[in-house]
């Protein structure tokens, strides 16, 4: 496949850049779901009364591609309830109401690692996954058994308002110095390339800092275009390698990690702290004094906005992560997840969405797609249930930036319709495997 530098230029809308992180005041009670990541819930290992400190492991399954939970506060287990999560799911959560105290478990103790196995399961037990959004359990990117040619960091940060992992790179240079050099020894990785998009003028300095102390590192620096933090997209501007339909990044040689997810695991070989708090964006035009913040994992998005001053008036829609391909939450109660980088409470005239009328057949939602993809073919196929069709038309490369959507002058929902395309050709590879 050939690429080309398809994508769209967007108004940045960072507010937040280049402000310090602020922690919240302790909440509470946090709602901790058992399903945080790509892949099979965990299950608790605790029960309603149980007294729990901060990093006191709450859930898991040693069995299943997963990541285990920890309690991101102290206090006592009040209620193991059920919620509907992001993606629609239904799963238990952990419900802790909090002492005030954020005493820190003492079990938690740096870990020992003198072997790939040991990292490997390092990475494992620091309930690390991917913080740009994707939530695939992080361990697992290296258990393939597949020789590691670049380890390529993700800091494009490419939507709107989102600055977070900018914050996080100029915040915890030292935490990702920290897993670079662990992953570059147990894995024998050959190079290290960090993408970071332009502009981002403290954070490419403290990374191009850090490259000079990192044999074969280098920082890559890119253009600003969305969807410039897209795996395949982020792969080939940065490395020049095309990922094949059908493949991951190791099948190149590639292992791709968010810089925030590489700070994690920085932290984790440090101090033995697993995953129990974000770095997390607030901004949108309905909020009084947008921030970057430092929240515990289940806080309720509410406690995140109260601390921003609240909403100028009040939000048309609320959404975990960017307006791009962020998920529209139903209230400010639910709570903040392992993999949320920003928050967002937009108003009406941001939301705004013009009436739908008839494709025209312009050709702009292929122009500007990332590789190219037609989506009224895939939207033709998609109506008359042809499987087959939307494989041919390129339903499976579809990353659902939005990028179609965004630009259509009809107004079309194409990133819904990709979406439905690609269950269907789940669905008829599923039953061709059989």
């Given amino acids: ?163 977070s992992d900018s914050t996080t790179m100029v915040e915890r240079a030292d935490d990702i110095k920290t897993a670079i050099e662990s992953l570059v020894k147990y894995f024998e990785v050959k190079e290290v390339v960090l993408g970071i998009e332009k502009g981002k003028g403290e954070a490419i300095r403290k990374m191009e800092e850090l490259a000079s102390q990192i044999p074969n590192m280098k920082v890559k620096i890119l253009p600003k275009i969305y969807p410039q933090g897209g795996e395949k997209v982020l792969v080939y501007h940065s490395t020049g390698k095309v990922i094949p339909v059908g493949k991951l990044p190791i099948d190149v040689g590639c292992v791709v990690i968010n810089c925030s997810t590489m700070a994690g695991i920085g932290k984790y070989i440090l101090t033995g702290m697993p995953l129990v708090e974000r770095c997390i964006t607030v901004d949108g035009g309905a909020v009084k004094e947008p921030k970057i913040v430092i929240a515990p994992v289940g806080t309720p998005l509410k406690c995140l906005f109260d601390f921003c001053g609240g909403f100028k008036e009040e939000p048309f829609s609320v959404l975990y992560g960017g307006p791009m391909m962020g998920i529209s939450v139903p209230d400010t109660s639910v709570p903040v997840l392992k993999q949320t980088n920003a928050i967002l409470a937009l108003t009406e005239k941001e939301t705004h969405v013009p009436k739908e009328t008839n494709c025209i057949r312009c050709g702009t939602c292929v122009t500007n797609c990332p590789f190219g993809i037609s989506a009224p073919a895939i939207t033709k196929a998609y109506k008359a249930k042809d499987a087959e069709a939307a494989i041919k038309a390129g339903a499976e490369l579809c990353m659902e930036c939005g990028c179609c959507s965004y630009n259509c002058p009809a107004n079309r929902p194409l990133v819904q319709t990709n979406k439905l395309a690609k269950a269907l050709v789940r669905d008829y590879r599923a039953k061709e495997a059989k």
Avoid: W
């Fill in 1 to 163: 496949m050939a690429f080309k530098l398809h994508g769209i230029k967007l108004r940045d809308r960072k507010t937040t850049e280049g402000m310090p992180s602020v922690r919240i005041p302790v909440p509470e009670t946090v709602t901790i779901p058992t399903s945080m990541h790509i892949g099979k819930p965990v299950t608790p290992v605790v029960k309603v009364g149980d007294l729990v400190k901060v990093g006191t492991l709450i859930a898991e399954d040693a069995t299943a591609l997963s990541a285990p939970v920890y309690s991101s506060i102290s206090g006592k287990v009040s209620k193991i309830t059920e919620i509907t999560i992001s993606n629609g799911n239904v799963v238990q959560a952990i419900v802790i109401q909090s002492d005030g105290e954020m005493t820190v478990d003492e079990n938690i103790k740096k870990p020992e690692i003198n072997s790939k196995d040991d990292l490997i399961s390092a990475i494992k037990k620091s309930g690390m996954v991917g913080l740009g959004g994707a939530g695939f359990p992080t361990y697992a990117k290296f258990t393939s058994g597949k020789p590691i040619e670049t380890l390529l960091i993700n800091g494009a940060e490419c939507e709107p308002f989102i600055t």
